[in-house]
């Protein structure tokens, strides 16, 4: 099942690798187990962030075709793709005109190429969470002459990491000037064009990818019918031929492959080839499987979008609000929503190994991810995109040991009251008593925190427990200003109910966590397992951190 959302994933499962990502509190596709049992470091983190889930599309729709042809006044928005229907959805506005996109195969780094001026090109980083421009490289400026710009449309990177572009040089065929194009290898670090040789044919508006040992390049030939072409081009020599046309006219393409090889191009011009009633090609542009060995292209839908000039199969880190090794239930209103540390939605999403069921008027305003079934009952919401992935997100080991040997337990002070929370190994918070806990780490046995009991932590603060956690009956565990809190339980079950309303992390990888009866958590967590229900309700604040 997939729903329309901001980042379209594939729906099938198969194909996709899970792998190590960006390393947060845990690691969360490395191989083998990650064991959490070390003080705090100081540093803190947003959620954790999830890498080489599915893939989708990510284009850019330019906003004039001045930008298309190098003007400085060009300019962008960034544009995903839903991989079954083409379909695109907004995502971020670009300074500038983008032109053409390549994703490392080796270090999955992002780079484009991006007008900065009338006929001058540079390499930028793209950061492939915010869709947005990363910081410029580099000039496209030519090795032997760096005076010479290299306009750079169409780029790809091969299987080693080496970056391939097609630009042009202007010569002189037939007494007429014709942009004749040429190979050239992008250094990454510097954005320095060394040619490899000439095409040995004009090309104009132009697209490409590595695939089959060749740079597939889709370009129009000439300037009057504007047909696409493929034209495959050596990587040793810069030589070319051309394959077959694609039937397709327009202005503007962009070409790259998807995990499994394929390629895909997004093209303006009316599916089958042909113009408008007043001879002029359309600006709509449409996804298109392209056969490289014929140069058929098979529409696979309309973009919604004008001018895309760029394409890559990209892979934009999730973050994971809840994270569950099996089952999430969310029912009987209960409900999930994420906020950005700016105070708007945020883009925080729930991810389960397990099945997921949501149901009885509950509702999810985030998106999902599941390796196991998804039902989404007739009454109940998701407002996000639902996906189906292709691995297990692994979940971290707790081991309570280090914070037992060494603790700053002695630390703490009394309550309201004048009494002691500390119990022999458990902390206990009695009805209607408050305490302050300071920076620092803690174990404890079990916590349990009487009716309408106040739980204030400053500074950083880290809870190790060995056994089960409950707050109850209007009970209140709230963050100061800078402050973190992070509960790690190696327990069976961690519960927030009966109004109790907290603020922390929490990552309790071998218990249920329980959120009922109006119970509210404001964070994130990690768990063996989720349930959600009664009006219970898990806030995922982007800004609310954990340990790095």
Excluded at 66 to 75: D, H, R
Aim: hydrophobic share 40%.
């Amino acid at each position: 099942m997939k729903r329309p959302g901001g980042w379209m994933a594939e729906q099938k499962r198969g194909g996709g690798r899970l792998v190590a990502g960006v390393l947060v509190v845990i690691a969360l596709f490395s191989v083998g187990r990650f064991v959490l049992d070390t003080k705090p470091t100081g540093r803190a983190i947003g959620i954790p962030q999830q890498s080489d889930l599915p893939g989708a599309w990510v284009a850019v729709s330019n906003n004039s075709t001045e930008g298309l042809n190098g003007g400085a006044k060009g300019s962008g928005t960034s544009v995903v793709l839903d991989p079954s229907s083409g379909q695109g959805s907004a995502e971020a506005t670009l300074a500038k005109s983008t032109v053409a996109l390549a994703r490392s195969p080796v270090t999955s780094d992002v780079f484009g190429v991006q007008a900065q001026s009338r006929g001058k090109f540079g390499l930028v980083r793209m950061d492939p969470g915010a869709l947005q421009t990363d910081g410029l490289v580099g000039m496209i400026v030519d090795s032997e002459d760096p005076t010479y710009h290299h306009v750079v449309a169409a780029m790809s990177f091969a299987e080693d990491g080496t970056l391939y572009g097609v630009s042009y040089r202007i010569e002189r065929i037939g007494g007429f000037r014709v942009p004749v194009g040429m190979l050239v290898r992008i250094d990454t670090q510097t954005g320095v064009a060394t040619e490899v040789g000439s095409l040995g044919r004009a090309v104009y508006s132009r697209g490409g990818t590595i695939a089959d040992g060749k740079f597939q390049l889709v370009t129009s030939l000439e300037k009057v019918t504007r047909e696409f072409h493929v034209v495959a081009v050596d990587l040793e020599t810069g030589a070319s031929t051309v394959t077959g046309g694609t039937g397709i006219m327009g202005r503007a393409v962009g070409v790259s492959r998807n995990a499994d090889g394929a390629v895909y191009a997004v093209m303006t011009g009316v599916p089958g080839g042909g113009r408008l009633e007043d001879g002029s090609t359309p600006s709509e542009s449409f996804l298109y499987a392209i056969d490289v060995g014929t140069g058929k292209a098979d529409l696979v839908g309309s973009t919604g979008f004008h001018l895309l000039s760029s394409l890559s199969w990209m892979i934009r880190p999730v973050g994971c609000g809840s994270t569950t090794a099996g089952d999430m239930k969310i029912s009987n209103t209960a409900t999930v929503d994420s906020v950005s540390c700016e105070g708007e939605e945020g883009d925080a999403a729930l991810c389960a190994n397990g099945n997921v069921a949501v149901e009885n008027q509950s509702s999810i305003d985030a998106d999902l991810y599941s390796d196991g079934e998804i039902a989404i009952g007739s009454n109940a919401t998701v407002t996000g995109a639902i996906y189906e992935t292709s691995g297990q997100f692994e979940i971290p080991d707790v081991d309570t040991s280090a914070a037992k040997a060494n603790n700053d337990n002695d630390s703490i002070g009394l309550t309201s009251k004048g009494n002691s929370p500390i119990d022999g190994d458990k902390f206990i918070l009695k009805t209607t008593e408050s305490i302050t806990i300071d920076a620092g780490v803690y174990w404890f046995e079990s916590i349990e925190i009487g009716n309408k009991g106040v739980l204030s932590i400053e500074g950083d603060v880290e809870f190790w427990v060995d056994g089960d956690i409950a707050f109850d009956n209007s009970d209140e565990v709230a963050i100061g200003s800078g402050g973190t809190l992070t509960i790690y339980s190696a327990g069976e079950s961690v519960s927030i109910s009966n109004t109790a309303d907290v603020e922390a992390v929490i990552v309790a990888p071998y218990a249920t966590v329980t959120i009922d009866n109006q119970g509210s958590l404001t964070g994130w967590v990690i768990s063996a397992e989720l349930e959600l229900k009664n009006k219970g309700a898990l806030h995922i604040d982007e800004c609310i951190r954990g340990p790095e």
